[in-house]
Nanobody, 128 residues
Framework: VQLVESGGGLVQAGGSLRLSCAAS????????IGWFRQTPGKEREAVSC????????HYADSVKGRFTIISNNSESTAYLQMTSLKPEDTAVYYC??????????????????????WGQGTQVTVSS
């Protein structure tokens, strides 16, 4: 079971980036896929999560209206489309996956402790 992120980089404020998370070793069906981010000295925080079965999503308030999470189950790949980027979006972004906990909302599950498989992270730097 492996997740590999790509798509990070340096972008000016107001710009866009698309992060990809390619999964191998498991089917995307009935999974929760999440994007989290972390800056030095701070705890890892949830950015966005998706239930790959029904497409329900959760977004942190700080990214609502700017970021979009997409799951392509046939390709076992998830994406985080980021627009109107701000310097405060600068962080290492991690993709994570775990079996979706039925009976919970995706918002409830969208916390780092509920995800067991993690990618290596990709750096996103937004310059002002």
């Amino acid at each position: 079971v492996q997740l590999v992120e790509s798509g990070g980089g340096l972008v000016q404020a107001g710009g866009s980036l698309r992060l990809s998370c390619a999964a191998s070793g498991f089917s995307f069906d009935d999974y929760a896929i999440g994007w989290f981010r972390q800056t030095p000295g701070k705890e890892r925080e949830a950015v966005s999560c998706i239930n790959t079965s029904d497409g329900s999503t959760h977004y942190a308030d700080s990214v609502k209206g700017r970021f979009t999470i997409i799951s392509n189950n046939s390709e076992s790949t998830a994406y985080l489309q980021m627009t109107s980027l701000k310097p405060e979006d600068t962080a290492v972004y991690y993709c994570a996956a775990d079996v979706y906990i039925w009976g919970w909302t995706v918002s409830h599950q969208c916390q780092p402790q509920y995800f067991g498989t993690w990618g290596q992270g990709t750096q996103v730097t937004v310059s002002s």
